[in-house]
């Protein structure tokens, strides 16, 4: 079975390094303190979620490991070298539709394959297919991204992202636009495509019981400014269902611990 | 497919045969309303002798030729104004002001600089197709989601790469809408040309249509007029219906 136990961050050597992390948005009537001194060290293939509610800076701590952003103060660390700019190392999968409507299903996977320099034609499409396949789409690979329902666009999403061989994947809030039952097949399918291929993931997510289902570790981020409050280990095994019991005991803790935080936001 | 090509066929029969009825009901003079039949015998005979598909060839020439230079000159100038404040204001400003002109007004201008030549007609269709083109690819490329140059970028996407692979082809259905207005305007734009100057280099569509009002010959005008129609119709069929069926394609923006 795929009994997998937890890495502990520290003894291992890590994937992906953060030191003193801040960043902030200044707005015409305001500055907004989207991070303030994160520190967070994540192992070879390890699945982290990153939790709290909107505005806690989780998705823009997502695109700076991304290399979409660029950290105001701090260290960002991939694989022992700073990340300086996007690239194929360390790809996300966003939570809105962001395939290319004016490509096909294929073409969409191409895209990022098409950018990896010393592929031949043959290799990147046997490799398109391989992971069209792995996310049960390969009949499809030729269907046009309207065709598709909005669990199959995240399907093919996640392919594209898989497909460029990164070394880190980032996905942020990937499944908040699907309904509840496409949500749970989802969940099956990351957690067996994770099991076999023991990618970095970073999951950003505002669901705890997502974050319980998938994480090895769940981080607990609280609002203004944007900072890591807890973290919680979860050592269950998987594949994990997200409606059994053990499982609600570690997200009915944790939304209590959020709940915490976000009524002292209110309060103070 | 044949039920709708009856349709159509039926639908301009009665047109014609209506026409036909009110010319023979003698209300106005057929100096004002030429009997189809007359357009039809002015039509063969024009073809017969050349006339008409000289002026044809003369005209589409023209037009093809501004057309191109616009969409040439018109998408780059788009994408400049959509990238850069400063272009925006400069030559985004300079082309929603220049796009309200009619392209009409820029007759007297180019005969002052270019002369009765050719350069003048393409001056003409050029500085009608040119600013709706800048305008439609500026705004084509402002509606893009952000999420698509994202994605592209994080896959390692950059510079020329976006701008050809992911925000072209996402600005596509505006392009084309920008290109269908072009080519309307170009249209305006020639035959006010042609039909306010004589050019010696070449005696297009609008100098027949000028020259059978000169002559009060209303056979000439409307046939002239017709064939104008059928060419509009044909570019349309043949230029833009098949970049219009690939979008609705994979767009899923059909209409039925």
């Given at each position: 079975m795929a009994a997998s136990e937890v890495n502990p961050a520290n003894t291992v050597s890590s994937k992906l390094v953060l030191e003193h992390v801040s960043k902030?948005?200044?707005?015409?009537?305001l500055t907004v303190h989207a991070l303030d001194d994160v520190t967070l060290r994540i192992a070879e293939g390890e699945f982290v979620c990153l939790v709290g509610p909107s505005g806690c800076g989780k998705s823009t701590l997502l695109n700076i490991i991304a290399g979409l952003e660029r950290p105001d103060r701090g260290l960002v660390q991939a694989?022992?070298?700073?990340i300086v700019g996007p690239g194929?190392?360390?790809?996300?999968?966003?939570?809105?539709?962001?395939?290319?409507?004016?490509?096909?299903?294929?073409?969409?996977?191409?895209?990022?394959?098409?950018?990896?320099?010393?592929?031949?034609?043959?290799?990147?499409?046997?490799?398109?297919?391989?992971?069209?396949?792995?996310?049960?789409?390969?009949?499809?690979?030729?269907?046009?991204?309207?065709?598709?329902?909005?669990?199959?666009?995240?399907?093919?999403?996640?392919?594209?992202?898989?497909a460029p061989n990164p070394s880190v994947l980032l996905m942020d809030e990937p499944f908040g636009a699907l309904d509840a039952l496409t949500r749970e097949q989802l969940y099956g399918d990351i957690q067996r495509i994770w099991s076999q291929h023991r990618k970095t993931i970073v999951f950003v997510t505002h669901n705890v019981r997502e974050a319980v289902c998938l994480g090895d570790r769940v981080i607990l981020f609280s609002p203004n400014p944007g900072r890591i409050r807890e973290e919680f280990a979860i050592p269950l095994l998987r594949p994990r269902d997200i409606n059994s019991v053990d499982l609600a005991?570690?997200?009915t803790e944790i939304t209590r611990v959020l709940k915490g935080y976000v009524q002292a936001e209110v309060a103070g | 497919m044949i039920a709708r090509w009856l349709a159509a066929s039926l639908f301009f029969m009665f047109i014609v045969v209506a026409w036909y009825l009110v010319v023979e009901a003698h209300i106005w003079s057929p100096l004002l309303l030429p009997s189809p039949l007359s357009v039809f015998?002015?039509?063969?005979?024009?073809?017969?002798?050349?006339?008409?598909?000289?002026?044809?060839?003369?005209t589409v020439r023209r037009?093809?030729?501004?057309?191109?230079?616009?969409?040439?000159?018109?998408?780059?100038?788009?994408?400049?104004t959509a990238s850069s404040r400063w272009c925006q204001d400069t030559i985004g400003v300079l082309a929603l002001g220049l796009q309200?002109?009619?392209?009409?007004?820029?007759?007297?201008?180019?005969?002052?600089?270019?002369?009765?030549?050719?350069?003048?007609m393409l001056f003409v269709v050029v500085m009608g197709t040119l600013w709706s083109l800048i305008i439609a690819t500026d705004h084509g490329v402002q509606t893009i989601p952000p999420i698509y140059t994202r994605a592209a970028r994080s896959m390692g996407s950059t510079g020329l790469h976006t701008w050809t692979h992911v925000v072209l082809p996402a600005a596509l259905p505006f392009l084309l809408s920008g290109m269908k207005q072009g080519w309307a305007f170009a249209w305006r734009s020639l035959m006010a040309a042609e039909i306010y100057v004589?050019?010696?280099?070449?005696?297009?569509?609008?100098?027949?249509?000028?020259?059978?009002?000169?002559?009060?010959?209303?056979?000439?005008?409307?046939g002239v007029m017709l064939i104008i129609v059928v060419i509009g119709l044909a570019v349309d069929k043949t230029l833009f219906a098949p970049i219009e069926q690939f979008l609705h394609r994979r767009w899923g923006t059909a209409r039925q």
């Open positions: 902030s948005f200044r707005t015409r009537t694989n022992g070298e700073i194929p190392h360390h790809l996300v999968m966003f939570q809105e539709a962001s395939l290319f409507p004016w490509l096909t299903v294929l073409g969409n996977v191409l895209f990022g394959l098409k950018l990896i320099n010393g592929l031949s034609v043959a290799e990147r499409r046997e490799r398109a297919e391989y992971f069209l396949e792995l996310v049960g789409l390969k009949r499809f690979m030729h269907s046009n991204v309207h065709e598709l329902s909005g669990g199959m666009k995240q399907r093919v999403a996640l392919a594209r992202a898989l005991r570690y997200s | 015998k002015y039509l063969r005979f024009a073809a017969e002798d050349g006339t008409l598909w000289e002026a044809t060839l003369v037009l093809l030729i501004g057309y191109g230079l616009g969409i040439l000159a018109g998408i780059p100038l788009g994408l400049l309200t002109l009619p392209s009409v007004c820029w007759v007297p201008l180019a005969l002052l600089w270019f002369g009765q030549t050719e350069a003048a004589t050019i010696l280099s070449g005696f297009g569509l609008g100098h027949l249509l000028h020259y059978g009002r000169e002559l009060n010959a209303m056979d000439q005008v409307i």
